[in-house]
């Protein structure tokens, strides 16, 4: 589905990814762990292609494709879809609007509102006055009506509050179509059926126990310095802190 | 109570006074007389570039959905019909006939002698619309008026007067245009409204001018005790010289205002547009709300809202869009308290689109040029109550060129 190449990107001349290689396949999702600082967001930012990125180096290949210069459009069109941790408010374009826009068909908005809490947000300017939690709703819903092939999320528990946790980690299992397993099916077909993938970024784990993922990554100074399993590196980064954990790997 | 031969003293003495703001117009540079147009019984019988003049406007040219409709052209009233047994429509030299010089209401909402277009106006001025709904009428749909400049060259100096009586509600379309062969002209129009106890008066104005055409409108609103103003102005097109700063006054214990306006200043534009708000009764409240964009033009956005009566409030609200680099939005906002508890805020913010917005709906499917108008669609989209469908369209429109247009 995705895979990236000695990625290197920089922002504003100065160097934030070191030769990056990633390789997420159809169905997986991935958990991306880090300090602040390191290069999380950078990395998912330069994989949409948002222009304050600059890649200085290496490919992006999305479904086989070449889209190391394609637009963010083109990216989105192509299967794409993102949750960044502070998007801007947009006035006069309502939730309804944008997820509207986000629809690829005909979307049953109230329907989709609905699954996420956000009915009565739907007349009201995109993130005008929203709460940490409401922006990651509203950034949920909108990506339910996008549906792609490939879900980056970033932090999509911060500013969360508990009672909404495991809202959010529903409606990210329903984009990422996971947990719905159907009568009859077994659980290799399931596995095997699903298409969609995830890369998920998160400090704290806590998003983990709502969203299965199948591999973790820690990033650290801009390279991803080690990959295992999420529960494990988990607990390792929680007993022993990122610069242990990544020494230990290494 | 100013008698006519006053208000011709205080205009003849001020017939050179420059105006507060705004270029210096030569009045002597525009022809006087026009031609007289002949009355058109049925508005569907103009042209059909006319018409479609017209309903850019926001008129309704066949009269649909409308409760009256006031028509003139350069100097001649080329229609006027009502069609709501609660409303009066005449020309205001009709009205000032028929209401003994109307002393109430003539020049007691503007002074003659502000400046010298006022003066001009008090001493020249040829026709105008009055409309008056009378007293708890509820008009149903709106009234619209047209000021119309047909001929190339001429100075059109109109005096429109509208009264609200008292528990009435109207809404008046006015639109002013040129025709489109038409290149250079002037427009005075002086504007008195008055909206009784418990009133509410709608007024919608489309300027769209020829591109050497000087405006200046002058404006006054008075509006008693819980009466309700809302004023919605909309110039999406090029002026060069366009200078107002309409005044509402809130005499009245609890009257209310909304002054929204839509700017859109394309090259070759000078557009000088305010609006100011006298909260002079106890719990009057006001807000103004700008949104003004320059394709390449000058908008200079002003706003003042003057609180001198205890337990107001008021909000001024101008945000400006650049969306070219030889452009200039300048905003202006004033905020002044004569009485210590009077609430008055602003909120002002002036720039480009930010890259990030753009890249927002990018990531969601949008092509740049479509996010660049989604945005300024939503930027635009203050709410505009009672827009005539036609207006609407045009609005899309002039969205529509800017994505085309920007490259």
Known sequence: ?250 | MASEQNIKNKAHAALTKKAALGADIDLTAFADNATEKNYVSDPAKFSSEQKKQLESIGVEVAGGERAGTYMQLDHSIVHCSASNKGLEILSTDDALKKYDGLPSYWWQAVEPDADKYTARAALHQEHGYFIHAFEGAKIDYPVQACLYIGQEDIVQDVHNIIIVEEGAELHVITGCATDPQVKKGMHIGISEFYVKKGGKLTFTMIHRWGEEVAVRPRTGVIVEENGLYISNYICMQPAKNLQMYPTTKLVGPGAVSRINSILVAPTGSHMDVGGRAILDAPGTKAEIVARTISTGGIVINRGHLLGQSPETKAHLECHGLLLSDEGVIHAVPELEARTSNAELSHEAAVGKIAPEEIEYLMARGLNEEDAIATIVRGFLNVNIEGLPDALKREIDSVIQEFSLNRQ
């Open chain 1, 1 to 250: 589905m995705l895979k990236l190449e000695n990625l290197s990107v920089a922002v504003n001349d100065r160097p934030i990814l070191h030769d990056v290689n990633l390789h997420i396949k159809p169905g997986e999702v991935h958990v991306l762990f880090g300090p602040n600082g390191t290069g999380k967001s950078t990395l998912i930012s330069a994989i949409m292609g948002f222009a304050r990125y600059t890649v200085t180096g290496g490919k992006i290949y999305f479904k086989g494709q070449d889209i190391t210069k394609s637009s963010v459009d083109e990216r989105a069109r192509l299967g794409i879809g993102v949750m960044i941790q502070r998007p801007p408010t947009l006035r006069g374009l309502t939730v309804r609007e944008m997820v509207q826009i986000c629809g690829k068909k005909q979307v049953d908005v109230d329907e989709l509102a609905d699954k996420i809490n956000m009915v009565e947000f739907l007349e009201r300017g995109v993130n005008e006055g929203f709460s940490g939690g409401e922006i990651k709703r509203s950034e949920l819903l909108q990506l339910m009506a996008q549906q792609p092939d490939l879900v980056m999320l970033d932090e999509p528990e911060s500013g969360v509050d508990i009672e909404n946790i495991a809202l959010v980690g529903k409606s990210a299992n329903y984009i990422l179509e996971r947990g719905m397993r159907k009568n009859g099916q077994t659980v290799k077909k399931y596995r095997t059926d699903r298409k969609k993938s995830g890369l998920i970024i998160t400090h704290t784990g806590h998003i983990l126990q709502y969203i299965p993922a199948d591999t973790a990554h820690v990033m650290y100074q801009g390279t991803l310095a080690c990959s295992g399993n999420p529960q494990e590196m988990l607990s390792c980064i929680q007993k022993k802190g990122y610069e242990e954990c990544v020494n230990c790997a290494l």
